[in-house]
Structure formats: structure tokens, C-alpha cells
């Protein structure tokens, strides 16, 4: 399959705060701001079903609004169970004020 970079959201509308949802396919994949950087990491969390997106931000970690698990926003990394496996990280850029995620 070939990759290719979508649109998925503007900066402006980010912020550490409040992530971005943005969905291809049947994928759903949450950004993330964290200091300077931006981050676009799968958005299901693998235990059950639950929205990180609509979880708990705290500096780079997210804690699933649903049994607590926590990932490690920079890397998809699972921190505390049951997340029970690290999340899928997506390539992000930045051209002018628009956010885009490398799909494939
Ligand atoms: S659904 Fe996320 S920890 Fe259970």
C-alpha cells in the first residue's frame, strides 16, 4: 500500500491541553502536544475499548479514561496496566499551520 500524508487538524486548534482525534479508514489515531512537539499516536486503547483521546493528560502521559492504564505520549509506550501492549506511533509534520499524519 502506499503512504501518503492527510491532514488531520490544525495547530491552532491544539494544545497540551485538549489533543486532536482524527480518523482514516476504520483508524483512529489521537495527537498530541507536548512542549514544542507533536505527537499522533493510536487513539484505541488496547484493553478494552476506550477513547485516549478523552482520557487524562498529565506533562507526557495519557491515562485511559476508562481502567487507567497509562502511555507514554512521545513513544506509545505502555506505562501502567491493563494497557497491555505499546500503542502504534504515526509520522507527523507540520506545512505551515496544518497538521499532517503519514498513513500507509
Ligand atoms: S480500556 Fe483502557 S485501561 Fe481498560
Known amino acids: 500500500m502506499t503512504e501518503q500524508w492527510r491532514c488531520a487538524g490544525h495547530a491552532g486548534d ?5 489533543p486532536l482525534e482524527f480518523k482514516f479508514d476504520d483508524t483512529e489515531v489521537g ?7 507533536i505527537y499522533a499516536m493510536e487513539n484505541v486503547c488496547p ?14 502521559t495519557v491515562e485511559c479514561p476508562l481502567h487507567e492504564a497509562v502511555f507514554h505520549i512521545p513513544t506509545g509506550k505502555c506505562l501502567k496496566e491493563p494497557g497491555g501492549r505499546d500503542l502504534k506511533m504515526y509520522s507527523v509534520r507540520l506545512a505551515g499551520e496544518e497538521i ?3 498513513v500507509e
Open 14 to 18: 491544539l494544545s497540551e491541553d485538549s
Open 47 to 60: 484493553h478494552a475499548y476506550a477513547l485516549l483521546t478523552q482520557g487524562f493528560i498529565d506533562g507526557d
Open 31 to 37: 495527537i498530541y502536544k507536548v512542549g514544542d512537539e
Open 100 to 102: 499532517q499524519i503519514k
